[in-house]
């Protein structure tokens, strides 16, 4: 993932993932290389597939939406 817009899909992804990974004993970090990765409590890391940042990142802007329709 390199273009600005694959980046932008990258920290939707990561903000999707974090609602909920504290609760679970789940981290997330985007490396270097811009992949983004979970962390388990045991200290594993997994990298997400391109198609799973696109998912979750989907997933943020459809909640998102749904709160401003649901708020407002």
């Given at each position: 993932?390199?273009?600005?817009?694959?980046l932008?899909?990258?920290?939707?992804?990561?903000?999707n993932?974090d609602?909920?990974?504290e609760?679970?004993?789940?981290?997330t970090f985007i490396?270097?290389?811009?992949?983004?990765?979970?962390?388990?409590?045991?200290?594993?890391?997994?990298?997400?597939?391109?198609?799973?940042v696109?998912?979750?990142?989907?997933?943020?802007?459809?909640n998102?939406?749904?709160?401003?329709?649901n708020?407002?």
């Amino acid at each position: 993932m390199t273009n600005k817009m694959n980046l932008t899909a990258l920290y939707f992804a990561k903000y999707n993932i974090d609602e909920i990974a504290e609760e679970n004993g789940i981290k997330t970090f985007i490396s270097g290389s811009n992949d983004l990765y979970i962390e388990l409590k045991s200290g594993r890391n997994f990298k997400l597939s391109e198609d799973e940042v696109k998912y979750q990142a989907i997933e943020y802007l459809k909640n998102q939406i749904s709160n401003i329709e649901n708020n407002f």
